[in-house]
């Protein structure tokens, strides 16, 4: 069979199912390769990561599969695709190994089903469980990026660290590591690991992490200033509850990272405010967004933490706390300036 490829929307980083699929049907003697609009298959196989994405017109194939999370949350590979070692050779681009020792999350209580914001126990359960030893996807490269959303909540987690550790290579850990099950044994091989920079997530203001934190940034497997830690804001926190994270991550010396839930929906590319803004949200949404915009770009910066460590004296957060409404989308201080307000 001639077999073309398709990931309309994986420009920056390799389409991992795409790879299965390549290294599969070539192992049983396809043709396969990248699709193209002048050429005539007998299957296109189109992975899709996001939802929304424009895919291309596909006339020239007798078949045409697709999936992805962009197409929805149910398609899987059969388990003799998904366990197919990757197909690197198609992605010469890159020079790291890729992959997924582990599936699912146990943290029911940020599932979209659940009023939540995340796909992964809703898509691939609610429990992390091990799913491949890395020698399935790793074949010697320097670098590994792994997909895991929540390793080290896997029950198996000591044997994948030390299988990641044993590998000599640079980790990326791609998904937010799960601070509470950093301890002394899971810290102990981390140390051993050739790893860049760590990212945490503190996404649920209600969970009381500071204690976690306090013994990540002390358990020296690394240096605190290269453990970040994403902060869910504009979602279910209030301003308090974003600098309560905020104030206690720095304090230990740990990188916080404020993440604005929906952002694109307020605001464009260049952080200015979108058309009919003011339409879609209510006064006191704006205004958290706004907040929530300051926080993360005095968070952003070492320096302006340091000679400003109080968010309150923060200069554009300062004059909005004033009465100074120039935060306001333009239409809204039109009208207010119009009725005198
Ligand atoms: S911990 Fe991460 S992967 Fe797990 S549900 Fe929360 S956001 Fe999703």
């Known amino acids: 069979m001639k077999i073309g490829l398709l990931a309309p929307d994986s420009h920056n980083f390799p389409n991992l199912p795409i790879m299965k699929i390549s290294a599969f049907y070539k192992a049983a003697g396809n043709e396969v390769e990248w699709w193209r609009a002048d050429e005539e298959y007998d299957v296109v196989f189109c992975s899709v990561i996001f939802s929304g994405t424009e895919i291309p017109q596909i006339t020239n194939a007798k078949r045409v599969e697709y999936g992805g999370s962009g197409v929805n949350l149910e398609n899987v590979l059969r388990p003799e695709i998904e366990h197919s070692t990757p197909d690197y050779s198609i992605y010469p681009q890159y020079d790291f190994a890729v992959g997924f020792l582990t599936r699912g999350c146990p943290r029911l209580n940020h599932a979209q089903s659940r009023g939540g914001f995340c796909i992964t126990p809703d898509k691939d359960g609610c429990v992390s469980r091990k799913v491949a030893d890395l020698s399935e996807f790793w074949t010697g490269q320097k670098k590994i990026s792994l997909l895991d959303q929540n390793l080290l909540a896997c029950k ?66 690394k240096n605190p200033d290269r453990i970040g830690v994403y902060v869910l804001t504009n979602f279910w926190s209030t301003t ?39 339409e879609r949200y209510s006064y006191e949404a704006l205004r958290h967004f706004k907040v929530c915009q300051y926080m993360q770009r005095w968070s952003a910066s070492r320096a302006l933490m340091k000679s400003c460590p109080d968010f309150a004296q923060y200069d554009m957060y300062r004059r909005m706390l004033e009465g100074d409404d120039r935060w306001l989308p333009p239409a809204l201080r039109k009208k207010r300036t119009a009725c005198g307000g």
């Not at 230990?252 to 260049?270: A, C, N, R, S, T």
């Open 156 to 221: 198996d987690r000591i044997d994948l660290l030390n299988q990641l550790a044993a590998s000599g290579a640079e980790i990326d850990f791609k998904g937010g590591m799960d601070a509470r099950f950093v301890n002394e044994e899971v810290a102990a091989i981390l140390k051993k690991m050739r790893v860049r920079n760590y990212f945490f997530a503190w996404d649920d203001p209600k969970e009381d992490l500071s204690d976690r934190f306090g013994y990540i940034a002390s358990s020296g497997i």
């Open 240 to 278: 308090e509850q974003d600098l309560h994270s905020v104030y206690t991550l720095r304090k230990f010396g740990l990188l916080p990272f404020v993440m604005i839930y929906d952002k694109q929906k307020f605001v464009d590319e260049h952080g200015k405010w979108r058309k009919g803004v003011e």
